[in-house]
């Protein structure tokens, strides 16, 4: 297995087709008015891809705030791959890389995480928004963006 920093003439047409086989989940950045955002942002970022036997089977893309911290933004295994410690040899590859900044992952898989064995610190909130409204649900508060 090859894990190397990103390198667009070599993986963007790839790594974009990867992510466009994961459907709807990851439509948000394959989508024809936010594409091209996207692969500007693979560029920008600290973006890691992994390869076997010359096939691209997961990448990382991750953000450093100015030395302070690393957030891990996505991480995707191909579902062919998955079960093979790629996701994880992506996360050791930062934590490698960056080894005097605390890595955090901004997700939405909570249980692989949990799994790998990484502590959950904190949540992440969507800001710019509706307020929420609350409604009780058999006796719990739970919200919901109002429209």
């Known amino acids: 297995m090859e894990i190397r920093k990103f390198i667009k003439e070599l993986d963007e047409e790839n790594l974009m087709n990867m992510i466009?086989?994961?459907?709807?989940?990851?439509e948000c950045y394959t989508g024809e008015d936010v594409a091209e955002k996207y692969r500007k942002a693979l560029n920008d970022s600290i973006t890691y891809v992994a390869y076997q036997?010359?096939?691209?089977?997961g990448?990382?893309?991750?953000?450093?705030?100015?030395?302070?911290?690393i957030y891990v933004c996505d991480?995707?295994?191909?579902?062919?791959?998955?079960?093979?410690?790629?996701?994880?040899?992506?996360?050791?590859?930062?934590c490698s890389d960056y080894?005097?900044?605390?890595?955090?992952?901004?997700?939405?898989?909570?249980?692989y995480y949990k799994k790998q064995g990484y502590r959950r610190e904190g949540s992440i909130f969507e800001v710019g928004r509706k307020p929420i409204?609350?409604?009780?649900?058999?006796?719990?508060?739970?919200g919901t963006f109002s429209t």
């Open 20 to 26: 466009e086989a994961e459907g709807e989940e990851w």
């Open 53 to 57: 036997e010359g096939i691209l089977c």
């Open 59 to 69: 990448y990382s893309r991750a953000i450093d705030d100015c030395g302070f911290y």
């Open 75 to 94: 991480l995707l295994v191909d579902k062919n791959h998955r079960g093979k410690n790629i996701g994880r040899k992506l996360m050791e590859h930062i």
């Open 99 to 111: 080894p005097d900044q605390t890595a955090y992952v901004m997700s939405d898989v909570d249980g």
């Open 133 to 142: 409204e609350w409604v009780e649900l058999e006796g719990k508060k739970s």
